[in-house]
């Protein structure tokens, strides 16, 4: 079992930063990759970024590419994720989540085991 809790979020104007904490306990592996989902209301959970146990390895949504940095300490089983320039648009409930391995889908949520309960993030225009 992983446990992960998200913290972090919370009302920004639009243009602003943030930066959210998922932090692991339990049962980890070096196989382990982390990613961060996002639901806003109305809408299906969407895919934001993920990182490879190592780190070496990240790939973003194409609306947040270029303004969202994800990463991680693995001294500390923490993952991090910049968020810079945000928009109201991504306003929303963001989740971290972990996978057992690398290989497959790694924006398909259903491909994770373990999820936090969530941080609300809120962008004002």
């Known amino acids: 079992q992983v446990q992960l809790v998200e913290s972090g979020g919370g009302l920004v104007q639009a243009g602003g930063s943030l930066r959210l904490s998922c932090a692991a306990s339990?049962?980890?592996?070096?196989?382990?990759?982390t990613g961060w989902f996002r639901q806003a209301p109305g809408k299906e959970r969407e895919f934001v970024a993920v990182?490879?146990?190592?780190?070496?390895?990240?790939y973003y949504a194409d609306s947040v590419r270029g303004r969202f940095t994800i990463s991680r300490d693995n001294a500390k089983n923490t993952v991090s994720l910049r968020m810079d320039s945000l928009r109201p648009e991504d306003t929303a409930v963001y989740y971290c989540a972990v996978r057992r391995g690398w290989s497959g889908s790694y924006y398909n949520q259903y491909e994770y085991e373990y999820w936090g309960q969530g941080t609300q993030v809120t962008v004002s225009s």
């Open positions: 339990g049962r980890t592996f070096s196989s382990d990759a």
């Open positions: 990182i490879s146990w190592s780190g070496v390895s990240t």
